[in-house]
């Protein structure tokens, strides 16, 4: 028998769990045409969580929901391309229909669809852009005018988001998108991403133009009682016992990050016999650092001294003040001003966050590496 948990993949069916509320919201958003701003560190599980509930929108009459991954893309003329086949191809299902769709709704760019022959039931869409505003809006303004046409309902999903600020003018961009979706009424946008602090960015800030566009949601890890029975219920599935007490050291470990925490179940399934051990547990946690090792030995090598040392101190416990004077000292981060520095450059890393107002690192696992490999070395 294989193992029972995933990780590194969209976690779908009886691999995810919980997440009821932030579905719930998700939810109402979608059918309100509420527009929702989806943001978490890396592997929290935004793709899983958005890829359900638009999985639940298309179960419902008439709605349709596009998944578009920008993790690929990288400038704008290849965003129009790609979003203009994605939202064709998501709202019709015969090749036919991809042309006429886009001779009806682009016609203006005078569009090309072509069939590469190794793309089975998949398409590719050129057009000729100018620099023109009614040009970006004809293909901005595609999910609406086809659910205005369709009457039908489009939920538009759109991960990695933040990678638009790689774009040559970012600016302008981002006001050429909220001007048309904004207007948008038969149609709603998710957009989600990691990198906290360039999300928050494109968000937050008053002066940017998606501020207030919609519902900002910070996803959260998932609570540890569920995903302790989560745990408990995949290995009772496999024939394989562990207690309550083991599963939830297990998460635990992983800090309820969930995938560590599918990450180190599933090195523990495999290291167990039939009932799980205290020996099991500790010898996969080990192992669950020493394949997480080599990424961190680069990580540490790319940082100061003195960012070293204010790790340092986060692993040993997160922290409010981190400019108090005892810690500046004991840790010797410096100037207050170094701090300020250090700080600053660790978020942009991703390496620390902050969570109700404390500073931690991000990473449970590296945590772990430099608390007890690194720092006892
Ligand atoms: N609801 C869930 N239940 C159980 N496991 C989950 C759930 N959501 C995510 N996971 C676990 O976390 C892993 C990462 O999930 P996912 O790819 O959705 O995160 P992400 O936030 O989109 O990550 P990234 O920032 O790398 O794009 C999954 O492969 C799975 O192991
Ligand atoms: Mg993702």
């Known amino acids: 028998m294989s193992s029972p948990f995933t990780f590194g993949k969209i976690a779908k069916g009886n691999s995810f769990t919980n997440r009821a509320f932030e579905m719930k919201r998700l939810a109402a958003n979608f059918d309100n045409k509420v527009n929702t701003i989806l943001i978490s560190p890396r592997r929290w599980g935004k793709s899983s969580l958005v890829n359900k509930a638009a999985e639940t929108f298309r179960g419902k009459k008439s709605r349709y929901a596009v998944m578009i991954d920008l993790f690929n893309i990288r400038d704008e003329s290849q965003f129009y391309a790609y979003f203009a086949k994605k939202i064709i191809q998501a709202t019709s299902s015969k090749p036919k229909e991809w042309i006429d769709t886009a001779m009806l709704f682009l016609k203006r760019l005078a569009p090309k669809v072509s069939f590469p022959v190794n793309m089975v039931n998949d398409f590719e869409i050129t057009f000729e852009l100018r620099d023109k505003a009614e040009d970006f809006e004809d293909i901005l303004n595609l999910p609406e005018k086809i659910a205005c046409a369709k009457k039908i309902e489009i939920a538009v999903c759109i991960d990695e988001f933040q990678n638009i600020l790689n774009f040559e003018n970012p600016l302008l961009f981002q006001k050429r998108l909220r001007a048309a979706w904004q207007k948008h009424m038969n149609s709603v946008y998710i957009l989600y991403g990691s990198q906290t602090h360039m999300m928050t960015a494109l968000f937050e800030k008053k002066s940017m133009p998606f501020y207030k566009f919609g519902d900002v949601m910070y996803l959260r890890k998932i609570d540890s009682k569920f995903l302790t029975d989560f745990i408990i219920t995949k290995f009772k599935n496999t024939g394989k016992t562990i207690s309550r007490e083991f599963a939830r050291q297990i998460t635990e470990e992983a800090e309820c990050q969930p995938y560590y925490t ?63 004077k005892e810690l500046i000292q004991r840790y010797r981060l410096g100037t207050s001003g170094n701090v300020t520095k250090i700080r600053t450059v660790l978020i942009k890393k991703e390496i620390i966050h902050l969570v109700n107002s404390k500073y931690e690192l991000v990473d449970p696992v590296f945590r772990l590496w430099l608390k007890n490999i690194y720092f006892k070395s």
């Open 262 to 324: 599918q990450q180190l179940a599933h090195i523990v399934w495999i290291n167990s016999d039939k009932t799980v051990t205290s020996e099991n547990i500790n010898n996969s946690v080990t192992n669950l650092i020493e394949q997480n090792e080599p990424l961190y030995i680069k990580e540490a090598e790319s940082l100061s001294n003195t960012q070293i040392n204010f790790l340092k101190m986060l692993t040993e416990s997160e922290r409010k003040d981190i400019y108090a």
